[in-house]
C-alpha cells in the first residue's frame, strides 16, 4: 500500500450509466483481461411503515472513507489475480431506482473477477463510513443501517 496514491471514490449525485459504459470501455485495450465484473447499487423504494422511501442523500468523512476504500482494493489485490480493480460511491442525493455503488473489477479469469468483487463489496458494506439519510415522500426521513 505504501507508495500508491489514495484515490477519490466518490461521485457526486447519481452514477450513470454512460461513465459505467466508458469506464469499462477504457479497458479494452488491457488484452491481458479476460474477463470484468461488476456490481451496481441501486436506491430501492423500501417501504418503512406508511412511508415509502423516495431518495437517500449519501454522506461521508471523505479522506477517511477514501483511505478504507483503497485498503479494501489493495486487499483484493494481495487475495485475487485482478488486472483492475475501481470503486466509485455516491455522495449527496440519489433517487430510487438510480445507481449511488459502482465496483468494477477485471482479471485474466472469471471466477477470480467473481470472488474478488464480492470480497470487495462486502467489505465496504462492513468498513467504510459512508452514511445514508433516507428520505421519504413527505420529506421526512431517518438514518439507514446496512443489512
Not at 25 to 36: E, L, S, Y
Not at 53 to 67: C, D, F, G, L, P
Not at 75 to 91: P, Q, V
Amino acid at each position: 500500500m505504501k507508495g500508491k496514491k489514495i484515490k477519490n471514490s466518490f461521485v457526486q449525485g447519481p452514477i450513470s450509466a454512460t461513465f459505467i459504459g466508458e469506464s469499462i470501455a477504457k479497458h479494452q485495450a488491457k488484452t491481458t483481461i479476460g474477463a470484468h465484473d461488476i456490481f451496481l447499487g441501486q436506491i430501492r423504494a423500501d417501504k418503512v411503515g406508511d412511508k415509502t422511501v423516495s431518495a437517500i442523500e449519501y454522506t461521508a468523512h471523505e479522506e477517511m472513507a477514501n483511505k478504507k476504500f483503497h485498503e479494501i482494493r489493495e486487499e483484493a489485490f494481495e487475495k485475487f489475480d485482478l488486472t483492475c480493480s475501481h470503486i466509485y460511491h455516491s455522495l449527496g442525493k440519489v433517487k430510487a431506482g438510480e445507481l449511488c455503488l459502482f465496483v468494477f473489477v477485471s482479471s485474466s479469469h472469471r471466477k477470480e473477477a467473481f470472488r474478488a468483487k464480492e470480497f470487495i463489496v462486502e467489505e465496504i458494506k462492513k468498513h467504510v463510513p459512508v452514511f445514508g439519510k433516507e428520505i421519504f415522500g413527505d420529506d421526512s426521513h431517518q438514518w439507514k443501517v446496512n443489512s
